[in-house]
């Protein structure tokens, strides 16, 4: 029997013997990122590191050298063909209204979103490597091993938004009731597309493509719109 293997309602599901362990692993990880959220804000980063870690070296274990796009350059050009809508809906047109609407109706959240930005004065290689970085790593963390685990034992769309809740949870930083709303709202509807292109190709390349794309969009016209 294979690591992993298809059941007809389209879900992916781990064999029996594992599924015990799979799911206390990601609940474990789960529940220090919440824990950390209310408690520990400060270790939020940490244990997205760990996390990464562990999918990196748990990825290595079960499948060796496969790599995480596929066997070839030509799947992933194909896994983006097959996505490409989804791309530019969550790159440009999520990007362009969530930002019109901070704009007209709320601006204290385009304020707030605004203030996390790196000013042109911090521009440097570094903060460009974070920047690549980032979304790479978020990517790992919530579609290839949160989304993917959760997935083994609940329907795709129960695990992109549980999946997705967690992501904006991770994401809250402190405001009045509107700001919050609003700022976890476009994180959460953004991770939801990363989650539907995730599960259109289990292909973590493609996901973070879209998910750099979508930042660099929503930086640029939150400098130049507002």
């Given at each position: 029997?294979?690591?992993v293997e298809v059941v007809q309602s389209g879900r992916e599901t781990a064999p029996q013997s594992l599924r015990p362990r799979r799911a206390a692993e990601v609940l474990v990880i789960i529940a220090l990122m919440?824990?950390?959220?209310?408690?520990?804000?400060?270790?939020?980063?940490?244990i997205a590191i760990a996390s990464i870690i562990y999918f990196i070296v748990?990825?290595?274990?079960?499948?060796g050298d496969a790599p995480l796009w596929g066997p070839t350059i030509a799947g992933l050009t194909r896994d983006i063909r097959r996505t490409w809508l989804w791309i530019i809906l969550v790159s440009v047109v999520s990007q362009l209204v969530f930002v019109l609407v901070f704009k007209y109706y709320s601006p204290e959240t385009a304020m707030h979103i605004k203030d996390r930005l790196p000013s042109s004065g911090e521009l440097n290689g570094q903060l460009i490597l974070a920047i690549l970085i980032a979304p790479l790593g978020e990517e790992i963390a919530f579609r290839g091993l949160i989304q993917?685990?959760?997935?083994?034992?609940?329907?795709?769309w129960a695990a992109i938004c549980t999946s997705s809740l967690l992501f904006a949870l991770m994401h809250f930083s402190t405001g009045s009731a509107e700001v919050v709303f609003w700022d976890l709202l476009s994180v959460f509807v953004d991770s939801v597309i990363f989650g539907i292109i995730y599960m259109r190709t289990k292909?973590?390349?493609?996901?973070?493509?879209?998910?750099?794309?979508?930042?660099?969009i929503a930086?640029?016209?939150?400098?130049t719109m507002i």
């Open positions: 029997m294979s690591e919440i824990v950390s959220v209310i408690f520990i804000p400060g270790l939020k980063g940490l748990d990825w290595k274990i079960r499948e993917q685990r959760i997935g083994w034992f609940v329907p795709p292909n973590i390349v493609v996901a973070f493509m879209a998910h750099l794309l979508a930042d660099v930086m640029l016209l939150l400098v």
